[in-house]
């Protein structure tokens, strides 16, 4: 999250715009009502919070469910309160990765970071929405959804709202502001957290009586379709089926899933690289690809196998013959990492935590050596991760290339670990992480 070119940092706290700009200006006279609300602020010493939602400001208190800072910033701009908010948490994985759209397992938990959104109902059609993030506005029809190529951050709700209308739900204009402080393009899944946000917010405030795993899809489809990123179903489901100290396994075939409930004693300490992850959506759909031709290859054996979870580590050494070398060394990581995912839930539901860590490790040598996705600064996070006492597990989390690592860390420890890293990692490449010690969430359609 960034800020907005020459815009300070926007507002909190109990300030309310000029009464001459009347919400009914809004969007034209926006930029202009948050300078003068921001200069009314630091006028008055209002505390001033960094408007945006970048992961070391103090904005990430705002992340908190309760906090009234959405509605205070959907005040600001539209003049009354809002009639309904709902938080999107992103989300960690904590093993299963490259699995889900191979139709394998995956054991994601839902974070304390989220993607906020306030909003009221229109009587019109009409769509205004304003991102805090980008500090950006824009407006759209409900009878017409189009993607904005020049304000690409509007495409999540357009296409969650589309989706929406086209199954039928007519949807009402609405006012709504969002934003929240899930770091952009760090693997911690925002935009699924802005798909998920959308759809429980027309949830909310129509009253739509939605299946959550029908928004979960329909938010899927939203970013593959609408939006052209391909992805598996993981980011979404947990956004928002997460439950608050618990992480998720998903049977990402079927999508059964159960709550597996995470012990406060340890905790998940999630390290940003800072690296943007530049090749993260070319090297995925390679990746894909890979997947499929490897399942076709093997089915040409004579074996019953519709996609690499069909495929057991046996089969994979007789199919040898018939993949590349790339090809088997794909293969064997999503084989290998669905057989740790079982192994992973059955330990940590026995207490098993330091066997949980070591399959955590195995799942970063995979993810790094067979499927090539893991980069010199998630393996230096990792690297220096394994070294720090009180570790039980560190790998790199989310599709790769960049982004961060998750780390499974003793309570007593997460702090001198937390400062270890940052320091290691300055040390190696003279570059900044940042650490954030997560609490697993609520998603946002959890009932
Ligand atoms: C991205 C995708 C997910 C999943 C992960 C890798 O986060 O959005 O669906 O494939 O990569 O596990």
């Known amino acids: 999250m960034r800020c907005g070119a020459g815009v300070p940092p926007a507002v909190l706290g109990g300030v309310s715009p000029p009464p001459e700009l009347g919400h009914q200006h809004y969007p034209g006279l926006l930029v202009e009502t948050i300078r003068q609300i921001q200069s009314a602020a630091s006028e008055t010493g209002v505390i001033i919070i960094g408007g945006l939602p970048h992961p070391a400001t103090p904005f990430a208190a705002h992340s908190k469910r309760g906090d009234p800072m959405i509605e205070q910033r959907f005040k600001a701009i539209y003049g009354t309160a809002p009639e309904v908010v709902v938080r999107a948490p992103g989300r960690v994985n904590l093993i299963g990765e490259h699995t889900d759209y191979n139709d394998g397992f995956v054991l994601p938990a839902a974070i304390d970071r989220s993607i906020d959104f306030a909003g009221r109902k229109r009587a019109d059609r009409t769509v205004r929405l304003h991102s805090l993030d980008f500090d950006g506005s824009v407006e759209f029809s409900l009878d017409d959804i189009q993607k904005d190529g020049a304000n690409r951050w509007s495409n999540y709700v357009r296409g969650v709202s589309k989706y929406l209308e086209e199954d039928g739900h007519r949807l009402s204009g609405a006012d709504l502001v969002f934003g929240g402080n899930v770091p952009r393009e760090a693997g911690l899944s925002s935009s699924a957290a802005v798909e998920v946000g959308t759809a429980a917010f027309w949830k909310k405030l129509l009253g ?10 329909l938010s899927r489809k939203a970013e ?9 179903i993981m980011d979404q489901f947990i956004s928002g089926l997460g439950r608050a100290n618990h992480a998720l396994f998903l049977d990402c075939r079927d999508l059964h899933y159960r709550h597996v409930p995470l012990r406060d004693d340890v905790k998940i300490v999630v390290c940003n690289s800072g690296v943007k992850r530049a090749l993260a959506q070319s090297e995925y759909e390679v990746r894909l690809k890979q997947c499929r031709e490897a399942v076709a290859r093997i089915a040409s054996t004579g074996l019953a196998v519709t996609s690499l979870r069909d495929v057991k580590p046996l089969d994979l050494e007789s199919a040898r013959a018939v993949l590349s070398d790339v090809l088997f060394r794909r293969a064997r990581h999503v084989v290998t990492e669905n057989e740790r995912v ?12 330091e066997r949980f860590g070591e399959l955590m490790n195995a799942s970063h040598v995979s993810l790094r050596d067979d499927y090539e996705v893991s980069s010199k600064e998630l393996d230096v996070l990792v690297e220096v991760a394994w070294k720090q006492p009180g570790v039980l597990g560190a790998r790199m989390t989310g599709a790769g290339f960049g982004g961060c690592t998750v780390n499974l860390v003793r309570q007593e420890a997460a702090e001198a ?6 320091r290691g990692y300055k040390e190696a490449l003279g570059l900044k992480a940042e650490v954030y010690i997560c609490k697993a969430s609520e998603g946002a359609l959890s009932a």
Do not use: H, R, T, W
């Open 208 to 217: 739509l009586e939605l299946d959550p795993v029908y928004l979960v899809k």
């Open 224 to 232: 593959n379709q609408f939006v052209g990123v391909p992805c598996g």
């Open 342 to 353: 079982l192994e992973a839930i059955k330990v940590l539901e026995s207490g098993n935590l």
């Open 417 to 422: 670990f937390s400062e270890a890293i940052i």
